[in-house]
């Protein structure tokens, strides 16, 4: 507990506390950059924050995006219709996928998150305000710097007084074995979580995973972890594993200087060959040439494993999924269905 | 190659960079040979579909005439998915969602991406340290240095 307060990082927040109060003080408009871990963006408007965003922090793209509320399909043809935008704020009420109320409440939700997200983690330093003013999803009566900052320290000293508490961006709990009775009985939000909760994700990882904000899931997972819900592992490493597997070669072999670049050649005879495995539509059948229906297809040579090629075991043809997009080409097949269309088209009085 | 050490890396720079959901690494050919990924995620497939869309990228860097090739990254509604050199012979994976900062994404993977080229260059399993930069790391730097 007193490792988080101590880790507030008192200077790095005098540093954000200052360079904020003199843009209010002098009534400033732009964007302040925090670099730091995770950092952010303060846009502010007349010396006040309008908006902040942060990598430690869903916005209110991701918020709504994540939680169902609208599907990234739709999201993308609201902003072809608003042409240019990013927040198309207009449209989204348009069509009502929100209400204009909700989506204040969602920009000013997104704003003291990712506030809170920026205070919670390393500010190293504060770069001198950038005059363009292009705040992304902007609140809009603008909140004073020192009570949003206020706001944020207050909520990282409410999770440090827990019996457990978590930073949003450093431990990755996994699922205490509980009995089967008791996590049927949980609320939706803790099922949520711990149905996320994998050993490799933070409070802010499943707040990205949620569309939920990272101080709700931070107090969440910090509560469940209390509780004996979700448990740290021991050795971090042992939940997540990294799986490395062994070359027959023992390592990679350097290509010489001087021999043909290596991608191309090989990464296309790859997909040829997977092509080729994967059933690939005959244009027409022709009984003078070409294979015969039914017959594999013929695949490319393969590079044998010389001097010039990486000694390495052959993947699964086919693996990559890509059978039906890019089937390659039969020898005279495409130009003559090419000339026969053109001759189904041309009429002696279409006028061509 | 020594296994920790790549391990090491691979986890490191998901540590580093907060959005860094998964990590892979892969032969120039697709063969999978390292993966800190996700239950949801079938690193063989991600392997194979990131060494095609390397190979496609070089080649439109290269008939476009943009200089040396870097990277290439793919956007979705929920987050990207990057795919990067490792010199000639290999590839890697970042998955990241969509809070990522792409910036420092990059910013942190260049300098791994020299230790890993590096890792698995390295005959002996037990050597700790990278050794001194060799040709595949030069490959590496040229690669995230120079181009347009």
């Not at chain 2, 990228?57 to 793919?74: D, S």
Request: aromatic share 4%; with cysteine; charged share 20%.
């Amino acid at each position: 507990m007193s490792g988080i307060r101590d880790s507030l990082g008192r200077v790095g927040y005098d540093l954000l506390s200052r360079a904020l109060s003199e843009c209010q003080g002098t009534r400033a408009t732009g964007k302040l950059r925090v670099s730091g871990k995770p950092g952010g963006v303060f846009h502010l408007r007349d010396g006040c924050v309008v908006a902040v965003e942060s990598p430690g922090a869903p916005g209110p793209e991701a918020r709504l995006l994540r939680s169902g509320r609208i599907s990234g399909e739709q999201w993308a043809e609201l902003l072809r219709e608003t042409g240019g935008t990013r927040w198309p704020e207009a449209g989204l009420i348009a069509h009502g996928y929100a209400g204009a109320a909700q989506l204040r409440v969602v920009c000013m939700m997104a704003m003291q998150d990712a506030a809170f997200a920026v205070v919670a983690g390393d500010v190293e330093a504060c770069d001198p305000l950038d005059a363009a003013f292009e705040p992304y999803a902007p609140v809009v009566l603008g909140e004073a710097p020192g009570r949003l900052l206020q706001d944020a320290a207050r909520k990282l000293a409410a999770v440090a007084a827990l019996p457990q508490p978590v930073r949003p961006d450093r431990e990755r709990p996994v699922p205490a074995p509980v009995p089967d009775e008791i996590r049927e009985q949980l609320p939706l939000p803790q099922k949520e979580l711990l149905a996320h909760a994998d050993g490799r994700r933070t409070a802010r990882d499943i707040a990205f995973a949620t569309g939920l904000g990272a101080y709700t899931v931070t107090v969440g997972m910090a509560r469940m972890l209390g509780e004996g819900l979700l448990e740290l592992p021991e050795e971090p490493e042992s939940a997540a594993p990294v799986t490395v597997r062994d070359l027959p070669t023992g390592a990679l072999r350097q290509r010489p200087s001087g021999a043909p670049p290596a991608i191309d050649p090989t990464v296309f005879s790859a997909l040829s060959s997977a092509v080729a495995a994967g059933q690939a539509p005959a244009p027409e059948p022709r009984p003078s040439s070409g294979p015969p229906p039914g017959a594999s297809a013929p695949s490319l040579p393969r590079r044998e494993p010389g001097a010039n090629a990486p000694s390495l075991p052959r993947r699964e043809p086919g693996a990559s999924g890509i059978t039906e997009t890019l089937a390659p080409e039969r020898t005279g097949a495409s130009w003559k269905g090419f000339f026969r269309l053109r001759h189904r088209i041309w009429t002696p009085d279409s006028g061509t | 190659m020594n296994h920790e050490a790549l391990a090491r890396e691979m986890r490191g720079l998901r540590e580093q960079v907060p959005g860094i959901t998964d990590t892979a690494v892969a032969a120039a050919d697709g063969m999978l040979i390292a993966a800190d990924t996700a239950d949801t995620i079938d690193p063989e497939s991600l392997a194979a579909i990131a060494a095609a869309g390397l190979g496609i990228a070089r080649r439109a860097t290269a008939v476009t005439g943009r200089g040396a090739f870097r990277q290439t990254v793919t956007y979705g509604s929920q987050g990207l998915a990057a795919f990067y050199a490792v010199g000639d012979t290999a590839l890697m994976i970042v998955l990241g969602d969509e809070g990522i900062d792409l910036e420092r994404l990059h910013e942190q993977t260049r300098p791994a991406l020299g230790r890993i080229g590096s890792i698995l260059t390295d005959p002996d399993p037990l050597a700790g340290t990278p050794t001194a930069p060799d040709a595949l790391v030069g490959a590496v730097t040229e690669t995230a240095t120079e181009g347009v």
